[in-house]
């Protein structure tokens, strides 16, 4: 854990240990391990963000709201997660507060950027974590390090008191051992919230219908083959055909789709998610020379984009929402669009980037291929365990709906 106060998590769970002992438990999660990205405020804790700098000796004096959720369900807060640092990649690199290992391998990345959530997920260290997915920063961890993870549908979760990093891109979401546990966190976490107005637009939670998986004949699944096969380990594109097959089995219904201006599309997230997060870093420039090298040139680099480039992107964003809603409606639209969770499954980790960090484009471009299209037009997409490669390294497979 990043950060973790021992004898608040002692104190939390004696208090759910009294409640069990009256049979009044306050819900579902009273008692379960819930551990929370540094991103988010939990009351007497620092939201650092992964810097040196973010709230440093300033914890907050109150739960972000869905923190508040999770509490007043009974969840055990047992601290904060690591993270890249201002979430400005997807490795969870951070030479500043420490490189996250893959439970797996640690001399691979645990994916970013909220790699810290996965890794003790997938450790076993608590069945439930909080991340944040802005570009795949749920996604991409939870599928690296063999878990569920899930990027809701924008505003379905509350963003009061979660840092603004990528204000229009980013969702909190939940991060999971098991699909049940995913469901269960979603739900809990889910609902309107008064002064995030983006939730309000938002229907109630539910969980109708989870369990009814034994045929799935009224399941129409889409898949944009020539996309899908643009995967760096052909083990990705094996356990893809193996799910296919077992859906068949099941009576789900492929068809193939074409999901159109992906290039425009990744340019058009790239130019929002990082116009935002700078603006955001922008108010920090007397501490911005304490973020690690990477860092510093990212935010040197993308401060340049234009206004007229930001605007640009956004009629880029409205004119593809359309076109992919289109893909979901009418008689032939499909329910799930199939795709690979990444292009590649957690890269290694050099020696020298633990102490000076690293910019890796490959790495990049590879593991947010699949995942940027659902941040940039507001749909939720999960990722789920599908296997592993030739060196025992997971494998995810990401359904957008």
């Known amino acids: ?63 972000a709201f869905l923190v508040k959720k999770l509490k007043d369900q009974g969840a055990i807060i047992i601290g904060k997660t690591n993270m890249h640092e201002i979430g400005f990649g997807t490795t969870t690199n ?45 996604r991409i961890p939870s599928s690296f390090c063999g878990i569920y993870g899930l990027k809701p549908t924008c505003g379905r979760i509350s963003t009061t008191g979660d840092y603004p990093f990528g204000s229009s891109v980013g969702v909190a979401g939940p991060m999971a051992a098991s699909v049940d546990d995913l469901a269960l966190a979603y739900y809990v976490m889910a609902g309107k919230d008064p002064e995030d107005p983006k939730t309000l637009f938002q229907p109630s939670p539910t969980l109708h219908g989870i369990y009814h998986t034994n045929t799935l004949t009224d399941l129409k ?105 289109t893909i979901f409606s009418g008689v032939n639209g499909v329910n799930l669009i199939l795709t690979p969770t990444c292009a590649i499954t957690a890269p290694p980790i050099y020696p020298r980037a633990l102490k000076y960090g690293e910019i890796n484009p490959s790495v990049t471009y590879n593991g947010v291929m699949y995942t940027q299209l659902a941040n940039l037009i507001g749909i939720p997409s999960i990722t789920v365990p599908a296997g592993y490669n030739d060196k025992d390294l997971p494998i995810g497979l990401q359904f957008m709906a």
């Open 221 to 325: 699944i889409g898949v944009f083959s020539a996309w899908n096969k643009q995967v760096i380990d052909p083990k990705i594109n094996f356990a893809l055909q193996t799910f296919m097959n077992e859906f068949k089995l099941r009576g789900v219904k492929f068809i193939e789709i074409d999901i159109p201006e992906l290039e425009n599309a990744r340019i058009a997230h790239l130019i929002t998610i990082t116009s935002e997060l700078c603006s955001t870093m922008n108010g920090y420039k007397k501490n911005l020379r304490l973020l690690s090298p990477p860092n510093k040139m990212n935010v040197a680099v993308y401060n340049h984009i234009s206004s007229s480039d930001y605007i640009k992107a956004q009629r880029i964003r409205t004119r593809i929402m359309r076109k992919v809603s």
């Open 94 to 138: 951070n030479p500043n507060t420490h490189t996250t290992r893959n439970p797996y391998n640690p001399n691979h990345y645990c994916g970013g950027s909220s790699g810290g959530s996965a890794c003790v997920v997938s450790s076993g260290l608590c069945p439930i974590a909080i991340g944040c997915d802005g570009g795949g920063s749920i």
């Open 1 to 63: 854990m990043y950060q973790y106060h021992k004898d608040d998590i002692m104190a939390q769970a004696k208090a759910s240990t009294a409640r069990y002992n009256q049979n009044k438990p306050l819900g579902p999660l009273d008692g379960v391990p819930v551990a929370i990205k540094d991103e988010f405020d939990v009351s007497g804790y620092e939201t650092r963000g992964g810097t040196l700098f973010l709230n440093q000796g300033k914890p907050a004096s109150k739960d």
